[in-house]
Protein backbone atom coordinates (compact mmCIF):
# COMPACT_ATOMS: atom_id res chain seq x y z
CA UNK A 1 0.00 0.00 0.00
CA UNK A 2 1.28 3.39 -1.01
CA UNK A 3 1.18 5.85 2.02
CA UNK A 4 0.61 9.61 1.29
CA UNK A 5 1.98 11.82 3.96
CA UNK A 6 0.84 15.54 3.75
CA UNK A 7 2.73 18.68 5.49
CA UNK A 8 2.06 20.49 7.41
CA UNK A 9 -1.28 19.45 8.64
CA UNK A 10 -1.95 23.30 8.96
CA UNK A 11 -0.83 26.37 7.28
CA UNK A 12 -1.66 29.42 8.66
CA UNK A 13 -1.32 32.56 6.14
CA UNK A 14 -2.90 35.98 4.30
CA UNK A 15 -4.39 36.41 1.62
CA UNK A 16 -2.36 37.06 -1.19
CA UNK A 17 0.56 35.22 0.14
CA UNK A 18 2.16 31.92 -1.35
CA UNK A 19 1.16 28.71 -0.14
CA UNK A 20 3.30 25.48 -0.40
CA UNK A 21 1.52 22.02 0.31
CA UNK A 22 3.47 18.58 0.17
CA UNK A 23 2.76 15.51 -0.23
CA UNK A 24 5.48 12.10 0.40
CA UNK A 25 4.48 8.93 -1.28
CA UNK A 26 6.28 5.93 0.05
CA UNK A 27 6.88 3.89 -1.85
CA UNK A 28 6.85 6.35 -4.97
CA UNK A 29 3.22 6.95 -6.84
CA UNK A 30 5.14 8.03 -10.11
CA UNK A 31 3.18 10.53 -11.39
CA UNK A 32 -0.12 9.38 -10.83
CA UNK A 33 -1.14 11.84 -7.84
CA UNK A 34 -4.23 14.39 -7.40
CA UNK A 35 -5.06 17.09 -5.52
CA UNK A 36 -8.08 18.00 -3.77
CA UNK A 37 -9.58 20.89 -2.28
CA UNK A 38 -12.68 20.60 0.35
CA UNK A 39 -14.62 23.52 2.25
CA UNK A 40 -16.55 22.77 5.22
CA UNK A 41 -19.72 20.42 4.50
CA UNK A 42 -18.75 20.47 0.88
CA UNK A 43 -17.76 17.62 -1.54
CA UNK A 44 -14.18 17.63 -2.39
CA UNK A 45 -13.20 19.11 -5.69
CA UNK A 46 -10.31 17.72 -8.02
CA UNK A 47 -8.16 20.59 -8.50
CA UNK A 48 -4.87 18.76 -10.45
CA UNK A 49 -4.81 15.23 -11.84
CA UNK A 50 -1.30 13.39 -13.00
CA UNK A 51 0.33 15.50 -10.93
CA UNK A 52 0.75 18.70 -12.51
CA UNK A 53 -2.53 18.70 -14.82
CA UNK A 54 -5.43 21.34 -13.85
CA UNK A 55 -9.06 20.18 -13.90
CA UNK A 56 -10.86 22.28 -15.43
CA UNK A 57 -12.09 25.39 -14.64
CA UNK A 58 -9.39 25.83 -11.80
CA UNK A 59 -7.52 29.09 -11.79
CA UNK A 60 -3.97 29.19 -13.08
CA UNK A 61 -2.45 30.15 -9.32
CA UNK A 62 -3.16 26.49 -8.62
CA UNK A 63 -0.16 24.57 -9.66
CA UNK A 64 0.91 20.84 -9.01
CA UNK A 65 4.58 19.70 -9.63
CA UNK A 66 6.40 16.82 -8.20
CA UNK A 67 7.08 13.20 -9.58
CA UNK A 68 7.72 9.52 -7.74
CA UNK A 69 8.20 10.32 -4.13
CA UNK A 70 7.17 13.94 -3.60
CA UNK A 71 4.81 16.09 -4.73
CA UNK A 72 4.24 19.41 -4.05
CA UNK A 73 1.33 21.70 -4.74
CA UNK A 74 1.51 25.68 -4.83
CA UNK A 75 -1.04 28.32 -4.67
CA UNK A 76 0.99 31.36 -6.15
CA UNK A 77 -1.54 34.26 -4.42
CA UNK A 78 -3.87 33.09 -1.72
CA UNK A 79 -7.44 33.90 -2.46
CA UNK A 80 -10.14 34.31 0.32
CA UNK A 81 -12.12 31.69 -1.63
CA UNK A 82 -8.66 29.14 -1.80
CA UNK A 83 -9.12 28.43 2.67
CA UNK A 84 -9.94 25.33 3.19
CA UNK A 85 -8.58 21.63 2.78
CA UNK A 86 -6.34 20.00 0.71
CA UNK A 87 -6.12 16.50 -0.05
CA UNK A 88 -3.62 14.37 -2.15
CA UNK A 89 -4.36 11.08 -3.59
CA UNK A 90 -2.93 8.35 -5.56
CA UNK A 91 -4.16 6.25 -8.22
CA UNK A 92 -0.53 3.95 -9.07
CA UNK A 93 -1.87 1.34 -7.79
CA UNK A 94 -4.42 -0.58 -5.43
CA UNK A 95 -5.98 0.27 -2.72
CA UNK A 96 -6.27 3.83 -3.94
CA UNK A 97 -4.96 5.95 -1.05
CA UNK A 98 -5.27 9.70 0.29
CA UNK A 99 -3.12 11.31 2.53
CA UNK A 100 -4.84 13.14 5.66
CA UNK A 101 -4.66 16.83 4.16
CA UNK A 102 -3.65 20.07 5.10
CA UNK A 103 -5.89 22.99 6.16
CA UNK A 104 -5.21 25.77 4.85
CA UNK A 105 -6.00 28.89 7.49
CA UNK A 106 -6.33 32.48 7.74
CA UNK A 107 -3.49 33.92 9.73
CA UNK B 1 -26.86 19.13 -14.90
CA UNK B 2 -24.07 16.70 -14.25
CA UNK B 3 -24.56 15.38 -10.61
CA UNK B 4 -24.61 12.44 -8.31
CA UNK B 5 -27.11 12.13 -5.29
CA UNK B 6 -26.24 10.17 -2.62
CA UNK B 7 -29.21 8.76 0.03
CA UNK B 8 -29.65 5.89 2.23
CA UNK B 9 -28.05 7.28 5.19
CA UNK B 10 -28.71 7.21 8.69
CA UNK B 11 -28.22 5.52 12.35
CA UNK B 12 -27.69 1.87 12.42
CA UNK B 13 -26.64 -0.22 15.37
CA UNK B 14 -23.30 -2.10 15.35
CA UNK B 15 -23.70 -4.81 13.71
CA UNK B 16 -26.55 -3.56 11.88
CA UNK B 17 -27.08 -3.25 7.94
CA UNK B 18 -27.62 -0.16 5.10
CA UNK B 19 -28.25 0.21 2.05
CA UNK B 20 -26.46 3.45 -0.03
CA UNK B 21 -27.42 4.58 -2.75
CA UNK B 22 -26.44 7.66 -6.03
CA UNK B 23 -28.70 8.56 -8.10
CA UNK B 24 -26.37 9.90 -11.77
CA UNK B 25 -27.73 12.26 -13.97
CA UNK B 26 -26.70 14.73 -17.24
CA UNK B 27 -24.10 12.16 -18.20
CA UNK B 28 -23.57 8.67 -19.81
CA UNK B 29 -23.48 6.73 -16.37
CA UNK B 30 -23.18 3.44 -17.51
CA UNK B 31 -19.80 4.39 -19.52
CA UNK B 32 -18.41 5.40 -16.00
CA UNK B 33 -16.73 3.34 -13.05
CA UNK B 34 -17.65 4.40 -10.27
CA UNK B 35 -16.72 4.91 -6.43
CA UNK B 36 -17.22 5.36 -3.12
CA UNK B 37 -15.38 7.36 -0.91
CA UNK B 38 -15.99 8.00 3.01
CA UNK B 39 -14.82 10.35 5.59
CA UNK B 40 -14.86 10.22 9.23
CA UNK B 41 -16.08 13.01 11.16
CA UNK B 42 -13.05 15.35 11.28
CA UNK B 43 -10.34 12.89 9.41
CA UNK B 44 -9.30 12.36 6.09
CA UNK B 45 -10.89 10.53 3.05
CA UNK B 46 -10.95 7.17 2.18
CA UNK B 47 -11.37 5.19 -0.79
CA UNK B 48 -13.80 2.80 0.16
CA UNK B 49 -14.61 0.39 -3.12
CA UNK B 50 -14.97 1.09 -6.67
CA UNK B 51 -16.77 -0.67 -9.95
CA UNK B 52 -16.38 -0.78 -13.71
CA UNK B 53 -18.53 0.49 -16.57
CA UNK B 54 -20.00 -3.33 -16.49
CA UNK B 55 -19.33 -4.57 -13.46
CA UNK B 56 -16.90 -6.82 -14.62
CA UNK B 57 -13.59 -5.08 -12.00
CA UNK B 58 -14.76 -4.50 -8.33
CA UNK B 59 -12.24 -3.53 -5.75
CA UNK B 60 -12.50 -2.80 -2.10
CA UNK B 61 -10.32 -1.29 0.65
CA UNK B 62 -8.88 -4.14 3.06
CA UNK B 63 -10.61 -2.22 5.94
CA UNK B 64 -14.41 -3.38 4.30
CA UNK B 65 -13.97 -6.26 2.57
CA UNK B 66 -16.01 -9.31 3.12
CA UNK B 67 -19.00 -6.65 4.71
CA UNK B 68 -19.65 -4.37 1.99
CA UNK B 69 -20.57 -4.89 -1.82
CA UNK B 70 -20.57 -2.36 -4.26
CA UNK B 71 -23.08 -2.60 -7.34
CA UNK B 72 -24.73 -0.79 -10.00
CA UNK B 73 -28.05 -0.70 -11.99
CA UNK B 74 -26.88 1.11 -15.41
CA UNK B 75 -30.15 1.46 -16.33
CA UNK B 76 -31.66 3.20 -13.63
CA UNK B 77 -28.16 5.20 -13.90
CA UNK B 78 -27.82 4.29 -9.96
CA UNK B 79 -24.70 3.30 -7.97
CA UNK B 80 -25.03 1.29 -4.49
CA UNK B 81 -22.92 0.32 -1.60
CA UNK B 82 -24.44 -2.97 0.50
CA UNK B 83 -23.30 -2.45 3.97
CA UNK B 84 -23.67 -5.63 6.54
CA UNK B 85 -21.84 -5.86 9.49
CA UNK B 86 -21.19 -2.75 10.37
CA UNK B 87 -18.74 -1.36 12.71
CA UNK B 88 -18.43 2.20 15.20
CA UNK B 89 -15.28 3.01 13.18
CA UNK B 90 -17.68 2.97 9.91
CA UNK B 91 -19.66 6.00 10.98
CA UNK B 92 -18.75 8.60 8.20
CA UNK B 93 -19.61 10.86 5.38
CA UNK B 94 -20.42 8.80 2.29
CA UNK B 95 -20.00 10.09 -1.38
CA UNK B 96 -20.07 8.67 -4.76
CA UNK B 97 -17.19 9.92 -7.14
CA UNK B 98 -17.08 8.92 -10.94
CA UNK B 99 -13.82 7.94 -12.94
CA UNK B 100 -12.93 10.79 -15.16
CA UNK B 101 -12.68 8.30 -18.19
CA UNK B 102 -15.43 6.37 -19.78
CA UNK B 103 -15.04 2.86 -21.20
CA UNK B 104 -11.97 2.19 -18.97
CA UNK B 105 -11.23 -0.01 -16.03
CA UNK B 106 -11.42 1.49 -12.08
CA UNK B 107 -8.45 3.12 -10.77
CA UNK B 108 -8.10 6.56 -11.56
CA UNK B 109 -8.64 10.01 -9.37
CA UNK B 110 -11.71 11.39 -9.31
CA UNK B 111 -13.68 14.10 -11.56
CA UNK B 112 -17.26 14.15 -10.03
CA UNK B 113 -18.52 13.73 -6.47
CA UNK B 114 -22.01 13.67 -4.66
CA UNK B 115 -22.82 15.80 -1.53
CA UNK B 116 -22.26 12.91 0.70
CA UNK B 117 -25.11 10.77 3.12
CA UNK B 118 -23.90 10.65 7.00
CA UNK B 119 -23.80 7.04 7.93
CA UNK B 120 -23.89 6.80 12.10
CA UNK B 121 -23.15 3.39 13.57
CA UNK B 122 -24.04 3.81 16.98
CA UNK B 123 -25.57 1.83 19.94
Known amino acids: EIVLTQSPDTLSLSPGERATLSCRAS??????LAWYQQKPGQAPRLLIY???NRATGIPGRFTGSGSGTDFTLTISSLEPEDFAVYHC?????????FGGGTKVEIK | EVQLVESGGGLVKPGGSLRLSCAAS????????MNWVRQAPGKGLEWVSS????????YYADSVKGRFTISRDNARNSLYLQMNSLRVEDTAVFYCARDPYNDRPPGWYFDLWGRGTLVTVSS
Open chain 2, 26 to 33: GFSFSSYS
Open chain 1, 50 to 52: DAF
Open chain 2, 51 to 58: ISSESSYI
Open chain 1, 89 to 97: QQHSSWPLT
Open chain 1, 27 to 32: PGATNF
